[in-house]
């Protein structure tokens, strides 16, 4: 995978961005001065900065994902754990990274899409499937590991 451009933009789709996520990113646009832009259809709560906006859209079903998709280019990094967005981005040439630091791309986004939609299926069919584990301190330092090797390619 080839580094990311110097002028590329950071993308986080706010919906449901846990704090701490929303907070690692803040301080590393800041420290790293790179244009960020947290997209939701609720205010975000932010600091001011130069570098780091809030895009409020309309609520109403993908309307968050929708603008990111107009907006993303190739190169800028996307976070977000909603796969078909992910794979969006992907397709638009963007980098995608979920909230626990995992990288998703043209290899494996596919096969976990299939695994979304099996799981979403078992669910509907009445079988109790559980939800995600619980957002660990290990989940934020691999979250704020892969960002920060992102951002260091990126400069």
């Known amino acids: 995978m080839s580094p990311p451009s110097s ?12 704090r701490v996520v929303r907070d690692i990113i803040v301080r590393a646009a800041e420290r790293t ?8 259809n609720h205010s975000i709560p ?3 900065s130069k570098w ?4 409020s859209v309309a609520s109403g079903f993908d309307a968050a994902d929708n603008e990111i998709v107009e907006r993303i280019q ?3 990094l996307l976070i977000t754990s909603d796969l078909p967005l992910a794979l969006e981005a992907l397709e638009r040439g963007a980098r995608v990274m979920t909230t626990r630091g995992e990288s998703l791309n ?14 979403e299926t ?6 109790h499937t559980g939800g995600p584990k619980g957002y660990s301190d290990g989940d934020r330092r691999e ?3 892969a960002l920060d090797r992102w951002l260091a390619r990126k400069g």
């Open 7 to 18: 002028s590329a933009q950071l993308w986080v789709d706010a919906d449901a961005c846990p």
């Open 33 to 40: 001065t790179t244009p960020t832009c947290f997209v939701a």
């Open 46 to 48: 932010l600091p001011p």
């Open 52 to 55: 780091v906006k809030s895009l």
């Open 74 to 76: 190739a190169d800028d």
């Open 106 to 119: 043209k290899d494996n986004i596919r096969a976990r899409v299939q695994m979304r939609d099996f799981m």
């Open 122 to 127: 078992l669910r509907a069919s009445g079988e």
């Open 143 to 145: 979250f704020a590991n």
